[in-house]
């Protein structure tokens, strides 16, 4: 089993930066791919980033969400098992939930239902 715990969320402005941190404990030997969720009250979870890495511990690649892109940052520190996600530029439709979440292997696509293991969460409000 892989354990994941996020932080880092919190209330900021309008055109405001956060850093989400996602620590990974447990089998982390066993995972490939590290990814962040969102979910909006009323709204289902989004993907918004993931990161994928080869056997040997190199970053592959990484996958962000249009709305997203230019805005956030994924990135992974291999020796702290943990992944972040930068976010500037921040907009109050960014206001949710977000979730880290990992699994064993990239597909080349990121559903939710592909992910195996997931944090409880982290509130990020961004306020006008």
């Known amino acids: 089993q892989v354990q994941l715990v996020e932080s880092g969320g919190g209330l900021v402005q309008a055109g405001g930066s956060l850093r989400l941190s996602c620590a990974a404990s447990?089998?982390?030997?066993?995972?490939?791919?590290m990814g962040w969720f969102r979910q909006a009250p009323g709204k289902e979870r989004e993907f918004v980033a993931s990161i994928n890495w080869s056997w040997s511990g190199a970053s592959v690649s990484t996958d962000y969400e249009d709305s997203v892109r230019g805005r956030f940052t994924i990135s992974r520190d291999s020796a702290k098992n943990t992944a972040y996600l930068q976010m500037n530029g921040l907009k109050p439709e960014d206001t949710a939930v977000y979730y880290c979440?990992?699994?064993?292997?990239?597909?080349?696509?990121?559903?939710?239902?592909?992910?195996?293991?997931w944090g409880q969460g982290t509130q990020v409000t961004v306020s006008p």
């Open positions: 447990g089998r982390t030997f066993s995972i490939r791919v």
């Open positions: 979440a990992a699994r064993p292997y990239y597909s080349g696509t990121n559903s939710a239902h592909e992910y195996n293991y």
